[in-house]
């Protein structure tokens, strides 16, 4: 994701250069000073054997220096404390944005539960593995499928769960770190079956402020329904990969889909700004599309990624909408050793 991180190391580091010059400055001027005649001075000015002519003559000699060295002392104290606070306010502000991969406690399911489907299949794992778990959502009929790369990055395998409890095995076909993409195969898995006709398109035009939009993800083990609008034409801290939407997403929506009225795929969720309440974010489109043309030929077996050429939900209600395309959200369980 794109912000100016860059702009602000490179600052810190040239006022870290100030003060470091600051510092050699003080040394220099330690250095030209005569401590043990200072010492003398100020000693027998203190005891009066010094008249006040001589006490004028002690600042002529060394009051230049003095104040010199007592201004680079409270400019380096100053800076230390600047530089110590504009840390606290990066780092502050880095701890605002929230990605949405939800950890899961082993204990508080069964492996052999959660990765078994309908017909028994039961799928050998090793002994507690750490455990996240995402959303995701097909992108055409026989397979391709796509969640935020933050979830399944590391992974040793990767599992999804459609809503009526089928599990599948998905092999990672590509990866967008940039972009927090990740594009998956089901159909590797020889359970998969080829599904209907994918109900939703995908739009990248930008679009407008206000626009309504809603998702569909797994911050539960059953799947959950968010509605809202676009706030903004760019996500975090001005980031132009994504959206910003007024929708409450909690962890485990990473990698949901998010659509507009017309039923249209226009962005991945990623994240959401913890210290404001509604405040989420979503990758657009565009750069979903970029990432699918950028899978290598190899990957795909020579089969290129077909996707839905537009949407079937125009013309029906929010709830029909939500009937059809909640078939394709899966839930994402990542497992890691």
């Known amino acids: 994701m794109e912000t100016n991180e860059p702009n602000e190391i490179e600052d810190a580091l ?31 000015y203190r005891a009066g054997q010094r008249s006040l002519n001589s006490g004028k003559q002690f600042w002529r000699a060394y009051g230049t220096t003095l104040a010199v060295a007592a201004s680079v002392a409270v400019v380096t104290t100053f800076g230390s404390i600047f530089l110590y606070r504009s840390y606290q306010q990066s780092h502050k502000q880095e701890q605002q944005y929230s990605q949405l991969s939800k950890e899961i406690q082993a204990v508080k399911y069964s492996q052999r539960r959660i990765l078994s489907d309908l017909n028994g299949r039961s799928l050998a794992l090793s002994q507690n593995p750490a455990q996240v778990s ?16 933050h979830l399944v990055q ?21 990866t967008d770190q940039e972009h927090d993409l990740a594009i998956m195969q089901l159909c590797d898995d020889s359970a998969f079956r080829t599904v209907a006709a994918i109900p939703y398109g995908f739009d990248a035009r930008p679009s407008a402020l206000g626009e309504r939009v809603f998702t569909l993800g797994y911050p539960r083990e059953e799947v959950v329904y968010g509605e809202g609008y676009l706030s903004s034409r760019t996500g975090y801290r001005g980031d132009s990969i994504a959206y910003q939407v007024a929708i409450g997403v909690n962890p485990g929506n990473s990698g949901g889909p998010l659509l507009d009225e017309k039923g249209n795929i226009i962005g991945v969720i990623s994240g959401k700004q913890i210290t404001a309440e509604g405040v989420s974010f979503a990758i657009k489109t565009d750069y979903l599309l970029q990432a699918i043309n950028s899978i290598s030929a190899d990957a795909l077996n020579g089969v290129p990624v077909k996707l839905p050429r537009k ?18 959200v899966y839930q994402v369980k990542v497992f890691k050793h």
């Open 14 to 44: 040239r006022a870290y250069g100030d003060r470091i010059g600051f510092r050699r400055k003080l040394v220099a001027v330690h250095k030209s000073m005569d401590i043990d005649e200072l010492r003398t001075e100020a000693g027998t």
């Open 134 to 149: 995402g959303s995701g959502f097909l992108i055409t009929a026989d397979g391709y499928f796509v969640t935020n790369n």
């Open 154 to 174: 590391g992974a040793d395998s990767v599992y999804v769960q459609s809503g009526k409890g089928d599990v599948y095995k998905a092999r990672i076909v590509h």
């Open 311 to 328: 949407t079937s939900l125009t013309r029906l209600s929010r709830k029909q909408q939500i009937e059809q395309v909640q078939e394709y």
